[in-house]
């Protein structure tokens, strides 16, 4: 029996993800989907299940990664959402710097499998996280845009934004004003 946490290479569109639930469902596995993509299966999975499970993803052109690469695509992701998220302000290093430092075997294939994972390089990943980050700030702190570029290491306010509104297609000013009418519809005590 085996307990564990699996990605899948190359699964990027939902038509892989639909193909994945019904291999999953045929295979007769208990499963769960992590929020960024990885396959948790549940006690009662044997590994001639999980070698079944592969072989026949394999014919829709998804692969099942092994263990250790699995562990190693967790923790990238792991590493970037813990330096995003929960440090008060971003380190003066490069993601590389601590990518390697995490990894500790930063290769440019773990790396190259990572984007086959998630269909995205791991700079794209950072960037989607850090202007999750910037809704956050922008949402619940009174920070103005300098303290968060400055938080989250941009050049100025104006890359910031600009690299904001590429991402989300609106200004953080839509999220301030989305700030002050969530505030006005709270209830009066």
Do not use: W
């Amino acid at each position: 029996m085996v307990a564990t946490k699996r990605y899948v290479k190359y699964m990027v569109s939902l038509r892989c993800k639909m193909i994945l639930k019904e291999e999953l469902g045929k295979a007769g596995i208990k499963y769960s989907i992590s929020p960024h993509g990885a396959v948790e299966f549940h006690d009662g999975t044997t590994q001639a299940q999980l070698d079944r499970l592969n072989n026949n993803l394999l014919k829709s052109g998804l692969e099942l990664l092994d263990e250790n690469d699995s562990m190693l695509i967790d923790r990238i992701i792991t590493t970037i959402i813990e330096v995003v998220h929960y440090s008060d302000q971003l380190p003066n290093l490069s993601f590389e710097d601590i990518i390697g430092r995490n990894l500790q075997s930063g290769s440019e294939s773990i790396l190259k499998i990572f984007s086959d994972v998630k269909g995205i390089s791991v700079m794209q990943f950072i960037i989607i996280q850090k202007i999750e980050r910037i809704k956050e700030y922008l949402l619940y702190d009174d920070l103005s845009l300098l303290a968060i570029a400055e938080k989250l290491r941009y050049k100025n306010e104006h890359y910031l934004t600009a690299q904001f509104k590429k991402h989300t297609g609106l200004s953080p000013g839509y999220f301030k004003d989305l700030k002050a009418e969530r505030m006005s519809n709270l209830p009066q005590t």
